[in-house]
């Protein structure tokens, strides 16, 4: 297992747009492993790939209490969204703040998986909610921003 460093708000490299991938190569599946070590040793559900200072469009996500339901998003984009909601969101580069984010209630994504291969999913509530968190950091976006 291999941790990644966590940049902590207010660092600026927070604030800097990934890139797309452009070809999986072994170096990218390495990150995505130490990325999911990351989130699953800080508790976390998600976690972008600029949180740990690696400025390239990869997602990793796990919502499920088990622990083993893996979701990877790298060049995720958003194909329609409906409906609101809020819940209180935190953010792993944000430590002990917490707050009421309106999001979007239903998102259908589009993304590579890590085998290279694009997929679609439509979904609701907490997973579309972290997504939509987790996409906001690949454009420099925090939570706290929608606090303002
Ligand atoms: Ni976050």
Redesign the pocket.
């Known amino acids: 297992m291999s941790l990644l460093k966590i940049i902590y708000y207010p660092d600026k490299r927070l604030r800097k747009t990934a890139k797309p991938i452009k070809k999986i190569n072994k170096n990218i599946i390495h990150t995505i492993q130490n990325m999911f070590d990351t989130m699953y040793f800080f508790s976390g559900i998600g976690l972008a790939a600029t ?1 740990v200072n690696i400025h390239k469009q990869i997602i990793v996500i796990d919502i499920s209490k088990t622990k083993n339901q893996k979701l990877v998003l790298i060049n995720p984009i958003i194909l329609n969204k409906h409906g609101n909601i809020q819940t209180q969101e935190g ?3 944000i430590p002990e703040k917490y707050g009421i984010i309106p999001r979007y209630k239903t998102i259908k994504i589009r993304a590579f998986n890590q085998q290279g291969e694009y997929f679609e999913l439509q979904t609701q509530n907490l997973l579309s909610i972290c997504i939509q ?1 987790e996409m906001d ?1 690949l454009i420099g976006k925090l939570f706290i921003d929608y606090l303002k």
């Open positions: 949180q953010c792993l580069s968190h950091h």
